[in-house]
């Protein structure tokens, strides 16, 4: 059986990668795992910058209807876009495009969608998604920040945690709690939160290879007129989930999986002293190499399902725990590979590929969007119609 893309969506993939040579000089280099910043001042001007570009081209909301100013595109072209740009390892993703622009889409006012779509389509703002609270993760609808209504306004109370951006964002994609009494899915509304609101008090959270990505942040007695409610009060748990037709395959993880692993190999040959010394790492990589391919399948056959119109459900699962535990494993064995070495870190004489780096980011990777257990506990139960444990 031959598995191929149309003519015209290789073709659309050439085009990504010459534009990715040109704007995104760091794809040929082994700073493939991303950049590091001197400030969130530059941060923040770089990624905006790369983003702005996108937006020209109509790239960044591709997958948006043409009415709201996107390119329609199909999920095979948003597929091979996210495979090229995350083998380049560049900084396209954007949670406003992902979820907040198609949640006014739905259920925005018009004044929301005039206001707030061009903008997010444009790459004028950065948004972070508020939702997870210490005491809810998982059990998302556990969470506690309070928003009562007082007047034209909704007063917020409460924390979140794992905030990714939290530092960098114009605006927050916020769930709140608006009816305690109600049962816990019921009770909860979606507002458009400005991160400059008094009130707001962001705390950085530096994971634990030493970069600063999420944040905790407080909310005291921050007013958010009513007028940026989305959608209807004490619904908001069922506008979360309106995202669901956007390209979800899980294709990252297996473009920058492959992109690790043939830096490895690269490494590999180079060195050739590094595998004389441990011998079971060529195995090793031929069984990374062998994950990377067959996982890719898995995000293939997920975008296909899309395609047609089916809602692809535990088959996505199965993409996000296979990606998720692949890309530890990539990581693990280049430790194994490099030995010592492993564990030199950015601006090391001889850092090799800064692999300690890689190795401690690639931690978050099964609990960031669902953890492996819940994953699995999809696949057992709407997957192989297991009963519930
Ligand atoms: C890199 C990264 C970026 C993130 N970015 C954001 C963000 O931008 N915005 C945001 O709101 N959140 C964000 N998160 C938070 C993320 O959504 C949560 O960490 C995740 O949902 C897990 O929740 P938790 O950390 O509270 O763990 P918990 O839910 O407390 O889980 C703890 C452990 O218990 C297990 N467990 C829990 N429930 C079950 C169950 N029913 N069955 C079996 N096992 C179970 C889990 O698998 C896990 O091993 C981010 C997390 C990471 C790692």
Redesign the pocket.
């Known amino acids: 059986m031959q598995f191929a893309f149309n003519a015209d969506v290789e073709e659309f993939r050439r085009e990504v990668k010459q534009f990715l040579t040109a704007e995104y000089p760091e794809c040929e280099t082994d700073a493939g795992r991303g950049r590091l910043f001197a400030s969130k001042e530059d941060e923040y001007d770089y990624t905006m910058g790369f983003q702005k570009k996108l937006a020209a081209r109509g790239w960044l909301a591709m997958a948006w209807p043409k009415e709201y100013g996107g390119g329609g595109a199909s999920h095979m072209r948003q597929l091979v876009y996210n495979e090229e740009m995350a083998y380049a390892g560049a900084p396209s993703m954007n ?1 406003g495009i992902a979820w907040v622009g198609p949640s006014l889409m739905l259920y925005g006012t018009e004044a929301q969608k005039q206001r707030f779509i061009p903008r997010i389509a444009g790459a004028d703002d950065w948004w ?5 609270e210490p005491g ?5 609808a556990a969470m506690q920040t309070r928003a009562v209504r007082d007047g034209d306004d909704y007063v917020i109370n409460g924390q ?7 530092h960098l964002a114009d605006w927050g994609w916020l769930a709140a709690r608006t009816d305690p009494e109600a049962p816990k899915h019921k009770g909860i509304t979606m507002f458009l939160l400005d991160m400059k609101s008094p009130g707001v008090t962001v705390r950085p959270l530096i994971n634990i290879a030493d970069r600063h ?2 944040n905790e942040i407080f909310f005291e007695d921050v007013r958010v007129p009513a007028t940026q409610v989305v959608g209807e009060v004490n619904r908001g748990w069922y506008h979360m989930a309106v995202a669901l037709d956007f390209e979800r395959s899980g294709i990252q993880a297996f473009a920058g999986g492959r992109r690790a692993v043939e830096r490895l190999v690269r490494v590999a040959k180079e060195r050739p002293a590094l595998v004389a010394q441990r011998p079971g790492v060529r195995t090793e990589l031929a069984e990374r190499a062998i994950e990377v391919r067959a996982g890719t399948f898995l995000a293939y056959r997920v975008a296909t399902m899309q395609a047609k119109g089916l809602l692809p459900n535990h088959e996505a699962s199965a993409s996000k725990v296979f990606g998720s535990e692949m890309s530890q494993r990539i990581a693990l064995t280049g430790m194994h590979l490099l030995g010592l070495a492993g564990q030199l870190r950015d601006g090391s004489k001889d850092e090799v590929l800064d692999q300690a780096t890689s190795y401690l980011q690639a931690a ?1 990777a099964t ?8 994953q699995r ?1 999809i696949i057992a139960t709407r997957g192989l119609g297991l009963p519930r444990g």
Do not use: P, Q
């Open positions: 949670m972070c998604t508020l939702y997870s809810a993760g998982s059990d998302l979140k945690i794992w905030t990714t951006g939290g990505g999420f978050s609990i960031a969007a669902g953890t492996s257990e819940i506990g």
